[in-house]
C-alpha cells in the first residue's frame, strides 16, 4: 500500500531526530510480540516492515509519525514535532495524519498473510511506483560464523531488513544456528531456505526456532514421492513434510517452496493441495526453463510453456487459498543435473532482493551470473551503478507486459518468455 505524500518537505532539511538507516521495534498487541522495521533512506522517506510480513512505503513525513508512535510518543507531541519540520497543513491536518499512521500500524500487526517480503506484483512494489533505494532482502549461502557475522552487520548498515540463508546439502547444524541467531541478535528478519532432509534432522528446527527463526522454506517439489525425491534426494519427500510441521509447530513461518518443471508441472495441482491440507498458506515458486531442444534439457521448461503453465500455477492457488510468489526464473544448465539445480533454490527471493555469496559477491536478482561489486569492500552507490544491476533496472522499468497472458503475477517484473530476463544459475 502507498502512504500519499501527507505534507510538503522542506527543502534542504532532513527529518531531524530520524536518521537514514534501520530502526526495530517490538510492541506488545493482544498479548503477543510485534515486531516492526523501520527502514529510512536518504531522502527522509521510507519503509515500515510489521512482523517479517506486511509493507508500507511512507512519505517523509509518513516516517516522522511512524517513528514517533512506534517510540511510543503521544500524538500531540509528534504532531508538535512534524510542524516545527514542515508546512503546509493545520494542526487539525496533522492530528488526523498521525491517526491515519496509527490505523496504519493497528491493521499491519495483523497481515492476512504470513510470510515477509513482498515482490513486484504487491501495488506497493509495483513497476510504477518510485524504484527503492536499495533492496529488502539478501539471500545467503549459508557459511562460517565469521563470515556470517561481517555480512550480517553489513546489510544492517546498509538497512536491508531480511536476510534468507541458503542451507546446502549437508549443511553445518552449529553454522546454521548460529547464523539465526546473529541475524535475530542484530534485529534482522531471519530465514532458511533449504532441503527436508537438512532442515528436519534431530533437532535443527526447534534449535533454529529458539534462535529467532522467522520463516523456513521448504523445497517442496512433488506430493508424488517418486517425483520428489527422484530430484530432491531418496527419503526427502517425508523429511519435506516433517520439516513444515516442525516449524509450524515451533510458531515458525512455514513456507513450501516449489519449482516449475516439467515433471512438477504434472503434478503441481496436488502439490498445492497437499500443501494446503498441512495448512500452509505460504508458497513461492520459481521455474527452471532452458531455450535448448537437447534432451539434457529435457526435464527444464521451454520459454514458450512457462505463461501456460504459470497460469495454471496461479488459478490452483487462488482456488486453494494459498498466498503464491513466483521468484525470477533460473536458466538452465545442461552441465548440472536437474535435481541439484533446484536445490540451490532461486538466485533471489523476488525482485527486491539481492544474492550475496560468503565473499561478500553480489549479484542482480536476474541476468548472466556477473558480480555486481563487493557488499564487504564496496558502498551501495558503487554496487547500484555497476553494469549487471544498470542492465536490471533498464528491464525492469522497461514494458514487458503483452496482451497474451494478461494479469499473470509472473509477468509483474519481467517477460517469462524473455530468456534476457531469467537469472543464470551460480555455482556452489
Known sequence: MDIPRLLKFVKGELPGDVRPGLYHFMREADGAIRRFHLRVDSGGDGLLVANAAAMARLSPSGVVIAKGLLDGDDSAAIVRRVKKRFRGATDERLAADVAAVAALIERMESPEGGYPILNLADPALGPKSLPLERPISADVPLCAPFHVARLLERLWQLAIPHVTFVAGRDCNESHLVRAVERGSDLGLITGVRGRGSDLAVSTRINDMAAAGLDHLDVYCFSADNEVHNALAGRGDGKMAVRALAAASKNEVCAVAQLALTRSTLETIDRTLETIAGHGIENACV??????????????AMSAGELPPAAGMVEESAERLGVRLMWYPTVRFDPAIPLG???????????????????????????????????????????????????????????DTRCDQCPGLSICAADCPREPAGWADGISG
Open 286 to 299: 520459481f521455474a527452471v526453463a532452458t531455450t535448448e531442444a537437447e534432451p539434457a534439457s529435457a526435464g
Open 340 to 398: 541439484e539445480q533446484l536445490c540451490r533454490g532461486p538466485r533471489t527471493g523476488g525482485d527486491w532482493a539481492i544474492r550475496v555469496e560468503p565473499d561478500g559477491t553480489v549479484y542482480a536478482p536476474r541476468g548472466p551470473a556477473t558480480p555486481a561489486g563487493n557488499l564487504l569492500e564496496d558502498d551501495w552507490e558503487t554496487i547500484e551503478k555497476s553494469e549487471p544491476f544498470a542492465r536490471y533496472r533498464e528491464r525492469l522499468q522497461s
